[in-house]
């Protein structure tokens, strides 16, 4: 399977915890994003790179969250001091950025659990 | 900025019944256009897309036609069934440099035999 992979799939941790969650694109896509999904919602964007560039980042996005792509690859996207409220799907997405109607592959998400 | 709004689900159907989820969007610019469908226990996928007006996009049965006049997006299927039933996205991609994707809420399906 050559498709978008995330890991892990499910992560509980405790209130005040950092959490780090990957995402493995399609090899040859050079665009990467990161979107946050809550129950009964679209996803929302938090932010997306170009090669190894962050390139945007949404004003949901707070300082607790971070995120990189070191060598244009995989992604990380760490949150720290989580709280009950960072309680979410989070997807990652890639895409081969040419011109018009890039379509996004969306990886199956990291569910995290706040408590 | 940018928005999606969706018809608001639940919608139940039963098997071979007429299917429409409405969707409009706001956007600056020329916008591309898409619906997703997120199966149970799967993630999101696309399932059309158009990229410029009266472009229509079709898979599966499904179509949506981009109208610019109307800022619209409609999804339809004319006879559907029950593998149908999921979750649908209409969603948005600004073909600025970004790229980035603004989402409706999602218009939950389900199709009854």
């Known amino acids: 399977d050559t498709g978008v992979s995330q890991d892990p799939r499910h992560k509980i941790t405790k209130r005040g915890q950092n959490v780090t969650f990957r995402c493995d694109p399609i090899?040859?896509?050079?665009?990467l994003y990161w979107y946050r999904q809550t129950l009964g919602q679209g996803p929302e964007f938090l932010t997306y790179?170009?090669?190894?560039?962050?390139?945007?980042k949404s004003r949901l996005l707070s300082n607790r969250f971070s995120a990189e792509r070191p060598k244009g690859s995989f992604s990380t996207l760490e949150i720290q001091r989580t709280e009950q409220g960072d309680s979410a799907m989070y997807l990652c997405?890639?895409?081969?950025?040419?011109?018009?109607?890039?379509?996004?592959?969306f990886g199956p998400g990291t569910r995290l659990t706040v408590l | 900025g940018d928005s999606v709004t969706q018809m608001e689900g639940p919608v139940t159907l039963s098997e071979e019944a007429f299917l429409t989820i409405n969707c409009t969007y706001t956007?600056?610019?020329?916008?591309?256009l898409f619906w997703y469908v997120q199966y149970p226990g799967e993630g999101l996928q696309l399932l059309l897309k158009?990229?410029?007006?009266?472009d229509k996009g079709s898979n599966k049965g499904f179509e949506a036609t981009y109208r610019k006049e109307t800022t619209s997006f409609h999804l339809e299927k004319g006879s559907v069934q029950v593998s149908d039933s999921a979750v649908y996205f209409c969603?948005?991609?600004?073909?600025?440099?970004?790229?980035?994707?603004?989402f409706g809420d999602g218009t939950t399906l389900t199709v009854k035999p």
């Open positions: 997405a890639s895409s081969l950025h040419r011109d018009r109607g890039n379509e996004q592959f």
């Open positions: 090899s040859e896509h050079n665009r």
């Open positions: 790179f170009q090669n190894e560039a962050q390139l945007e």
């Open positions: 956007a600056t610019g020329y916008p591309s």
């Open positions: 158009a990229t410029k007006a009266d």
């Open positions: 969603a948005l991609s600004d073909n600025t440099n970004a790229g980035k994707s603004t």
